[in-house]
């Protein structure tokens, strides 16, 4: 069965602090693996990886893709109250199945 | 098994000529999200219904219609097709409960644009 999981689960810090969010995946036909940001309903797309190795860089975001060993992460530098959200892995497959199969979240806090 | 139905699994259309693609879901969710995922790219979020709540994104073209019937059903309209719209287009559910809850989604329906 394909699986996604984040950690932790939900993470209080202060602001100004950096996070590290955790996704790692066991998935057949794994094509692409995502980070969404929810604030209240819908997802916010972050980034999409699909190569090992390479960082994506947006502002104080950054995200990292390790193919062997199955996992991401994603990191946020200076947080602020505004990135207070929860943070979604997806992980996309081929084949056959071109959905999505999403991580619980990781629900982040921001204290002023 | 409760599930999240999406039909067809596979359209052609023509340039021009409108389509409808159809969602259903067995979960009683709240929530109803239309997603566009051309190839090699992130699903992109079109809009969503939190019951009959309608909330569409700022850059989802006028083109790209939507309608929730009822809890059950929702349908994705695009009025007038162009090759651009060709992808794979995804219905999601969740239930609304809580933020960043999980989100169910669909098959999918590729459509092809002729």
């Known amino acids: 069965e394909d699986k996604v999981v984040q950690s932790p689960l939900s993470l209080v810090v202060h602001e100004g602090d950096t996070v590290t969010l955790n996704c790692s995946y066991e998935?057949?036909?794994?094509?692409?693996l995502l980070w969404y940001k929810q604030e209240k309903k819908a997802p916010t797309f972050l980034f999409m990886l699909t190569s090992s190795g390479i960082e994506k860089k947006s502002g104080r975001l950054s995200s990292i893709l390790d193919k062997k060993e199955l996992f991401s992460i994603l990191n946020i530098t200076a947080t602020q109250t505004g990135d207070s959200a929860v943070y979604l892995c997806a992980v996309s497959l081929g084949g056959g199945a071109d959905g999505l199969t999403f991580g619980k979240g990781t629900h982040l806090i921001i204290q002023p | 098994d409760a599930m999240v139905i999406q039909n067809p699994r596979y359209q052609v259309t023509q340039f021009g000529k409108p389509v409808t693609l159809s969602c259903s879901q067995t979960l009683n969710h709240n929530v109803m999200y239309w997603y566009q995922q051309k190839s090699s790219q992130a699903p992109k979020l079109l809009f969503h219904?939190?019951?009959?709540?309608?909330?569409n994104e700022a850059d989802t073209p006028d083109n790209f219609q939507s309608r929730r019937p009822n809890t059950s059903f929702c349908f994705l309209d695009i009025r007038s097709p162009g090759l651009g719209d060709a992808a794979m287009y995804l219905c999601?559910?969740?239930?609304?409960?809580?933020?960043?809850?999980?989100?169910?989604f669909g098959p999918g329906t590729r459509l092809l644009v002729l």
């Open positions: 219904y939190y019951d009959k709540d309608f909330n």
């Open positions: 998935v057949t036909n794994f094509r692409s």
């Open positions: 999601a559910t969740s239930r609304g409960a809580v933020t960043g809850e999980t989100q169910y």
